[in-house]
């Protein structure tokens, strides 16, 4: 009753499971020792906090995860020197080097890891209008959806943890640091502190035009979309000792002419050596221009296009219906050309575009494709379909397949082939249309003759 208060919102569940594993012969699983068997227990512990508002306008969501596994053994390593024995077959002495050992240990252990973070959230709007009125654009509007965050995670190989040990590794007294839980069947916690911040920005930018060649338009305004998204991510390493900022993450969508185009890219802030290599100098200290904003590294783009006949039917029912139309509005008959029909055999087909570029060590490489694909249905049960397209950077057509398929009721009979590819291939199948059937097939291809 009443408002509701801020820790009716937190929320806490527990779920677990338990296993018990072995790898063996089938006929050895009974007599197989119990204790040779590999067995855990996960526990999980979704902690909820509630979200809250930061002078009204600012989102802040904090939270917990919290992940236990207990376990009933763990390995211990440890160093053997080498020494010298003799061996049976020559009755020789010979050196056996010195190596690690790793043996299993039974013993109830506990193994864990949690972390935290907390986000925040807003939305910023922004309206530019026209100084002058005669202009049919009226105003941009400009919304702006920010976020941050931080998290942190611990570093679990501390010894007040008790999961990591030292062994020596050679016999020079090397030390190496090792997780007694390698292998466990539910992981264990890693080793490494984690500390990061991360940012994100998404923009809406759109504009609002005039109806004034349109009178009969009910509304006085029109919105039209310039970018539907724009934003960029990234993420600041606390923990680390260099390179501590996260390539950018940058996204647009837009559309042209009523078809959407997508434009994804990846900008890193580091410079590069000779070698390709990224080394703790930023691009806007190491350059001048455009090239401050960071080195693109991946981009890439593409659109589809598709029509199919009942698309191209609607369009020239439209344009009959205006044509048939005379100048008091009434509706004339329109002439037909008897026994003919274009649309009979429903097709459709498809065309994508692809381009990308990358360029991650100084040496840049391109990506510039499109595919085709459609179908045609020649009768109800003859049906045919295709698939090709072409590379621009190679300047060849890609891998190019064709296929016929004949229902014969209770059976499918099948034909693909292609006649461009690095193997061209034809196959040829009858198959059982029953799923209870379905291994019973007839496949013949090339490789069979």
């Given amino acids: 009753v009443g408002k509701k208060k801020m820790w009716e919102d937190i929320k806490l569940s527990y779920s677990a499971q338990f296993d018990s594993r072995i790898n063996t012969k089938e006929y050895l699983i009974l007599s ?3 204790a040779d068997w590999k067995k855990g227990i996960r526990h999980n512990i979704p902690f909820t906090l509630p979200s809250f508002r930061l002078f009204n306008h600012i989102n802040i969501t904090p939270s917990i995860s919290y992940n236990e596994r207990w376990y009933f053994d763990y390995i211990e390593k440890y160093w053997i020197d080498g020494y010298q024995t003799i061996d ?3 009755g020789m002495q010979k050196w056996i080097p010195g190596r690690v050992e790793t043996v299993s240990n039974n013993g109830f252990r506990r193994n864990y890891d949690y972390s935290y973070s907390i986000s925040s959230s807003s939305t910023v709007y922004g309206m530019f209008n026209m ?4 202009w049919r654009l009226k105003a941009i509007r400009h919304k702006m959806d920010p976020s941050i965050g931080f998290s942190y995670r611990p570093d679990f190989s501390e010894p007040r943890f008790g999961f990591f040990d030292m062994v020596q590794i050679d016999s020079l007294g090397n030390y190496q640091e090792y997780n007694m839980f390698e292998g466990a069947m539910y992981g264990s916690a890693s080793a490494g502190r984690s500390g990061s911040i991360n940012f994100s920005l998404n923009n809406n930018i759109e504009m609002k035009l005039a109806n004034d060649n349109d009178t009969t338009a009910k ?4 919105k039209v979309a310039i970018f539907d998204n724009l934003g960029f991510s990234s993420s600041y390493n606390l923990a680390a000792d260099s390179l501590n900022l996260s390539p950018f993450s940058i996204n647009a969508r837009t559309k042209i002419a009523g078809y959407s185009i997508n434009v994804t890219g990846t900008l890193d802030p580091y410079a590069i050596d000779d070698r390709g290599r990224k080394y703790n100098q930023y691009m806007w200290n190491e350059t001048t ?5 960071g080195r693109i590294t991946n981009l890439s783009t593409g659109f589809s296009l ?3 006949s009942d698309q191209l039917q609607k369009t020239l029912d439209e344009r009959r219906k205006e044509q048939g139309e005379n100048d008091d509005g009434e509706e004339t008959t329109v002439k037909k050309h008897p026994g003919y ?3 009979n055999m429903p097709w459709r087909v498809s065309a994508n575009y692809n381009f990308n570029y990358s360029n991650s060590t100084g040496t840049p490489r391109w990506v510039q494709s499109v595919s085709v694909s459609g179908n045609l249905d020649l009768t109800p049960k003859w049906k045919a379909n295709f698939s090709s397209g072409f590379d621009f950077i190679a300047m060849e057509l890609t891998h190019t397949r064709v296929g016929i398929t004949r229902d014969l009721h209770c059976w499918t009979m099948s034909f693909d082939f292609s006649p461009v590819s690095t193997r061209p291939f034809y196959t040829f199948t009858i198959r059982a249309n029953a799923s209870m059937l ?4 007839i496949n013949k291809s090339d490789r069979d003759f």
Avoid: A, C, H, Q
């Fill in 131 to 134: 100084v002058n009125p005669n």
């Fill in 32 to 34: 197989t020792p119990y």
């Fill in 341 to 343: 029909s274009p649309f």
């Fill in 306 to 308: 598709s029509y199919s």
């Fill in 219 to 222: 509304e006085k305004f029109t």
């Fill in 438 to 441: 379905s291994d019973l097939r």
């Fill in 289 to 293: 221009g455009i090239g401050r904003l």
């Fill in 88 to 90: 049976n077959e020559t």
